[in-house]
């Protein structure tokens, strides 16, 4: 593999098809079809209607990632996709694709990661190698502290205990009657609104490990709402969500900036859906300041589920000597380290 080698990575874990292609470190193209609407009738992501949809989409992404990066299926030197963690039958559509591109064009196969396809994003458009770093990994599914020491080589530190950030927000935001996925419209309504109005417990701040629980913190929203006369009103609304996205960022940046102290790591990465947060990236930024520490985070197009985070880890596992055997399975519980 060298700099010129092209990479086609598809992402299909859960609810999103995505294709992309990279050239070395250029990202040529990256298509995402996003089923969100399709989901919302149902209250959730039914694992079927996903594949299917997955197989629907998939030919005509590829098509138009192949034009508009301009270059042949041909010219492709390497296929991936990722193989886990995820819903089964969301991820045997891509990695099928993947594999079977490989088969008929005899070229190598590399199964990803997608936590790692997360974890690697903050370096995105960065030059140079991995470094050291203490990595939040902040997502729909997940919510990870990593110990980064360069490609393949992590070593988890916490998770949550209970939901995952983002399913706090996507919960808190049903709960509110407002749309999913739920981050992004808590966010817009907490712009306007009171972080200091309601005091929301900061679960597990003080727990003395790098673990994290929201649970508690949806409860606590939940009682709130019953207690107040006028829940529908569009300020109680607004400082609801300015108060309980105030609670879930303190803690993740309290929690990621101590286990960088103790890890005596320069560096803190951000990545995953919530990274979106404009709140949380300018809080974790400020943070890392005050602390001495650096700070990257993956840029917001890159935060959401998407291909081009798959084919940058498979660039780079690739460069540094990694390969899949084409017997590789797809793993729904796939643990990064
Ligand atoms: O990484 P992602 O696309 O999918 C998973 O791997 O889970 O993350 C999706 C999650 C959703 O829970 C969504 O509500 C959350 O990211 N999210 C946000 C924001 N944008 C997306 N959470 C908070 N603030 C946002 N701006
Ligand atoms: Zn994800």
Not at 5 to 22: K, N, Q, R, V, Y
Not at 175 to 190: F, H, K, Q, T, V
Not at 313 to 331: H, K, P, V, W, Y
Request: charged share 20%.
């Amino acid at each position: 593999m060298d700099a010129s080698t092209s990479i086609l990575a598809l992402e299909t874990s859960c609810d999103e098809t995505a294709i992309a292609i990279m050239r070395g470190r250029e990202l040529l193209a990256s298509e995402v079809a996003s089923q969100t609407a399709l989901h919302e009738q149902y209250g959730g992501v039914v694992p079927e209607v996903a594949s299917r949809n997955h197989l629907l989409h998939a030919p005509r992404l590829l098509f138009s990632a192949v034009k508009s990066a301009g270059i042949s299926l041909a010219e492709v030197d390497c296929f991936a996709a990722t193989s886990g963690p995820g819903l089964a039958t969301s991820l045997m559509i891509g990695a099928s694709i993947a594999k079977g591109l490989a088969i008929a064009s005899h070229k190598p196969y590399l199964a990803i990661n997608h936590l790692e396809g997360h974890l690697l994003s903050p370096f995105f458009e960065r030059e140079g190698l991995i470094e050291p770093n203490v990595s939040l990994i902040v997502s729909g599914g997940h919510t990870l502290l990593v110990q980064v020491s360069g490609v393949n080589a992590y070593r988890k530190l916490g998770q949550t205990v209970d939901d995952a950030a983002g399913e706090a927000f996507d919960k808190v935001a049903k709960m509110l009657g407002l749309a999913y996925p739920g981050g992004p419209e808590i966010e817009r309504r907490a712009r306007s609104g009171d972080p200091a109005r309601f005091d929301f417990p900061r679960s597990m701040l003080d727990s003395g490990d790098d673990n994290f629980s929201f649970s508690g913190l949806k409860t606590a929203v939940r009682y709130t709402l019953a207690k107040i006369s006028s829940p529908t009103d569009q300020h109680t609304i607004a400082d609801l969500c300015a108060s309980f996205q105030r609670a879930v960022i303190e803690v993740l940046v309290r929690k990621t900036i101590k286990a960088a102290l103790v890890s005596a790591l320069a560096l803190v990465t951000l990545s995953g859906g919530v990274s979106c947060n404009a709140e949380l990236r300018e809080g974790m930024a400020a943070a890392c300041d005050q602390a001495g520490l650096q700070f990257l985070a993956a840029p917001p197009s890159l935060s959401t589920d998407n291909a081009a985070m798959i084919a940058f880890a498979a660039m780079l596992r690739s460069q540094n000597g990694f390969s899949s055997e084409l017997t590789e399975e797809i793993d729904p519980n796939l643990a990064l380290a």
